[in-house]
């Protein structure tokens, strides 16, 4: 491997001494996290108990099966062929996968809901394992991995290829196992698995254009998780974009010459509480029943149903929705929560009644975003916390709101000064409930080809998430191909630390390196810890507060030009160092090619978009080409409109 230079690897040495910031890890063999009730017999992956003697791979050789449930589900065939395939990468040994009515031996690894399961783990709790949690546990020479549900199963078996053979999986054409290996010692395993946050989503289109991947990460898709409710998945109560103006459940284009009532004032929004008319609430309420009785008939696997308000910083002031907002704190939350509840209730009676047949668990969820993120609440100084107002603003059952933060200062975490006034509301939600989704923003959405410093502040947010009542999580990121400016790291991060937030930062961020870049892994740790250290500089400079997520981040003073010609020379040097891998592994050479090129994107931009004059016009033409053929390579948006948007000449 080529060494750094002396210049280059002084920079690196003079990394914030600090590092990154982190919260407190558990003992290595308690797992507690943000489950306080639930204590591990052991850590995937980390696992150092007694060994059985046993083997499931002994000189290359295994008499080891894979047994499915008789009547086994999609999902769970999903894992056995998980299993099967990553486990023959990784040894060259092909398992045999069979029903349980057809294998009779003792040497298998049964997934899912098997009769020996029930058989042997008759004591243990199953609903304490919740959507993604999972048990592994040792019977004999038998292992034994499942979940509460098929999901749960699933993960389970990516934590034992994890465990066995260090699986890890990051782009749709790109995951790492062990190779060569001959020797796989059975372990004495008694593992409960439950996530800190029970549901991890994304947005991210390299992980919704392929589930599997979303999977392997243990992350699931918005779409997979809420229903459309109107015909779209947010911001549904009605659209005013072109050629949207018929979706959504109460589009103005239908109902507004009769109902002017249900908009608010400005127009902008619904006015939850219909301006006071008694007789147009009813009919309001009604009318968004009905959809909702026809969406739960017509959808039986929605669980969760958004009714989530335009996008728009504003609220009804109309002179009912005034008086009730100043009687609740000036909390303009108030009149959609009391519209929900009630919401709510005529769902439940339905359910007890004519709709009897269709009664399930579904949560009616709604935005606490933009107007409504204050919660109506007030704080109680003899307990130390906040409250409900009144009764009447405690959401019921099944009411679920979507906390959709744009505003904050995402480079800060939550028990940070800066952004204390939307800690103090995501805590007065919990006050509302013990069910919050929480919708974060992770990158700069003005300027995504350049890095966005959130490295430090995201393990101490999820740590804030779980002790207030966070049920699941999304963080939204980017829309378009193969991520740049370190994003497939930043997933990579979320999928680990919320599911555990008690794990080592920094040794997932040297795992990250070691096995997503390879033998370029100096090289580009070298980018990353450089950038860490300049992201203190751009804070000094400004780049932060108020909605950092549209920050103008295309600013010379942040992207010294110095600065970008060596980490550029860093990447291209990475480059060289896998060479070598082309006549060996064309393919490890091409998902590894992919790795670095994309982060080199991040690099390029800001040099083309800021620093133009100081290159030679050989050297424009060379950055622009390799600009051009990454984005276009790696499935993002090229167009001349596209290029013009983001300042590139093309």
């Excluded at 001959?182 to 409960?192: A, C, G, Q, R, S």
Aim: proline share 2%.
């Amino acid at each position: 491997m080529k060494k750094i230079s002396a210049i280059l690897l002084s920079l690196i040495l003079t990394i914030i001494a600090s590092g990154f910031s982190t919260v407190d890890n558990a003992a290595s063999n308690n797992l507690l996290g943000g489950n306080a009730v639930q204590t591990y017999s052991n850590e995937i992956g980390k696992y150092d108990g007694e060994e059985t003697g046993e083997y499931l791979l002994q000189n290359g050789i295994s008499g080891y099966f894979i047994v499915l449930p008789n009547n086994y589900t999609g999902v769970e065939n999903t894992a056995s062929q998980e299993l099967l395939l990553m486990f023959y990468e990784s040894t060259g040994v092909k398992l045999t996968v069979v029903n349980e009515k057809n294998y009779k031996g003792n040497s298998a690894i049964y997934l899912g809901n098997t009769e020996y399961k029930n058989q042997v783990d008759v004591t243990f709790n199953d609903e304490q394992l919740g959507e993604s949690g999972f048990r592994i546990l040792r019977k004999d020479k038998n292992i034994i991995i499942y979940g509460l549900t098929d999901t749960g199963t699933l993960y389970g078996t990516y934590a034992f290829l994890t465990d066995i053979i260090n699986f890890e999986a990051f782009t749709q054409t790109y995951y790492y196992v062990d190779e060569n290996v001959k020797e796989i010692k059975l372990k004495n395993y008694d593992v409960v698995d439950i996530p800190d946050i029970q549901v991890r989503l994304t947005q991210n289109q390299y992980l919704v254009n392929d589930k599997t991947l979303a999977s392997r990460m243990r992350i699931v898709t918005t779409h997979d998780y809420f229903g459309a409710f109107g015909g779209k998945l947010f911001h549904n109560t009605f659209s005013s974009a072109k050629g949207e103006e018929n979706l959504g459940v109460l589009p103005k284009a239908t109902y507004q010459k009769d109902h002017n009532d249900w908009y608010a004032d400005n127009g902008l929004t619904l006015c939850y509480t219909a301006r006071g008319n008694a007789v147009e609430y009813e009919a309001m309420q009604e009318e968004v029943l009905k959809k909702l009785k026809d969406t739960i008939i017509k959808n039986p696997d929605y669980d969760r149903i958004n009714f989530t308000h335009t996008d728009v910083q504003t609220w009804c002031t109309c002179p009912n929705c005034k008086a009730i907002i100043e009687d609740y704190g000036n909390a303009n939350s108030v009149t959609i929560i009391h519209f929900m509840n009630d919401l709510r209730t005529r769902l439940d009676e339905w359910f007890e009644g004519d709709g009897a047949e269709y009664k399930r668990d579904v949560d009616l969820v709604f935005f606490a975003y933009h107007a409504t993120n204050k919660p109506p609440v007030k704080f109680n100084e003899t307990i130390n916390s906040y409250e409900p107002i009144d009764e009447t603003v405690e959401l019921k059952d099944g009411v679920v709101p979507l906390f959709a933060e744009s505003n904050n200062d995402y480079t800060h975490s939550y028990y940070e000064s800066e952004t204390k006034v939307y800690a103090e509301n995501y805590k007065g939600w919990h006050a509302l409930t013990d069910k919050i989704i929480m919708w974060a923003h992770v990158l700069n959405f003005s300027h995504k080809f350049t890095i966005f410093d959130n490295f430090s502040s995201s393990p101490e947010n999820y740590k804030f998430y779980i002790e207030n009542g966070t049920e699941a999580l999304f963080e939204e990121g980017g829309y378009t191909g193969l991520p740049t400016a370190f994003h497939v790291l930043r997933t990579y991060l979320f999928s680990k630390l919320s599911w555990d937030c008690s794990a080592d930062v920094n040794a997932l961020i040297n795992r990250f390196f070691k096995l997503y870049f390879r033998d370029a892994e100096q090289q580009m740790r070298a980018v990353f810890d450089a950038y860490r250290q300049l992201a203190v500089i751009q804070k000094d400079l400004g780049y932060g507060g108020e909605r950092v997520i549209f920050h103008n981040a295309t600013d010379p003073k942040y992207w010294p030009y110095r600065t970008l010609v060596q980490w550029y020379n860093l990447i291209d040097q990475a480059l060289n160092e896998i060479e070598e891998i082309k006549l060996e592994d064309a393919i490890l050479y091409n998902n590894l090619y992919d790795n670095i090129t994309a982060e080199r994107l991040a690099v390029i931009y800001p040099m083309l978009a800021l620093w133009d004059e100081k290159f030679t016009d050989e050297e424009l033409t060379k950055f622009r080409d390799q600009f051009y053929e990454d984005c276009t390579r790696l499935g993002h948006v090229n167009s001349e409109t596209f290029y013009s948007n983001i300042g590139i000449k093309r």
